[in-house]
């Protein structure tokens, strides 16, 4: 996504739905077991938005916990389905970041899979994809710090 268009993305039942007004900023695979364990899925692919241009409507019920930083994250899931669509990440000044499986546009997919140390062991990542143990890989970092976290903008 190259403009600024508006999408959204919902839970199964469609209670919480969240408006996005701005472009994708990156997209990863993500591996770790707190995703995992909020979305009961092996792995999930999450994309990566401007904080003020998601606006959630419907009740969620949030889950805090402490991300691979330290610094809290919260995951967003809707009450009456269960289904979660978003976190925000209090390490990336709030960065929304959306399951991408969720979104009402479809997105192309990564080809970066990050957190794979804590992988599921049945799941094959694709020989031609970019891996980090943890954290995202340069040049990954550099798009998420200069979106999120360079105070010069």
């Not at 508006?6 to 209670?15: E, P």
Request: glycine share 8%.
């Amino acid at each position: 996504m190259t403009e600024s268009k508006k999408i959204s993305a919902s839970c199964d039942c469609g209670q919480l739905v969240l408006d996005i007004t701005t472009p994708v900023v990156t997209q990863v695979v993500c591996h770790c077991s707190d995703c995992r364990g909020v979305t009961g899925l092996p792995y999930v692919d999450i994309a990566f938005f401007e904080p003020d241009g998601c606006k959630a409507l419907g009740e969620s019920r949030p889950t805090t916990m402490k991300g691979g930083s330290g610094i809290e994250k919260t995951y967003f899931a809707c009450p009456e389905c269960g289904a979660a669509v978003c976190a925000t990440v209090g390490a990336l000044k709030g960065a929304c970041v959306v399951i991408a499986s969720r979104l009402s546009s479809p997105l192309d997919g990564s080809s970066t899979h990050i957190w794979t140390s804590e992988k599921v062991s049945n799941v094959e990542i694709p020989s031609t994809a970019v891996t980090s143990l943890k954290g995202p890989p340069e040049p990954v970092r550099s798009i998420l710090v200069s979106n999120f976290l360079d105070t010069s903008r």
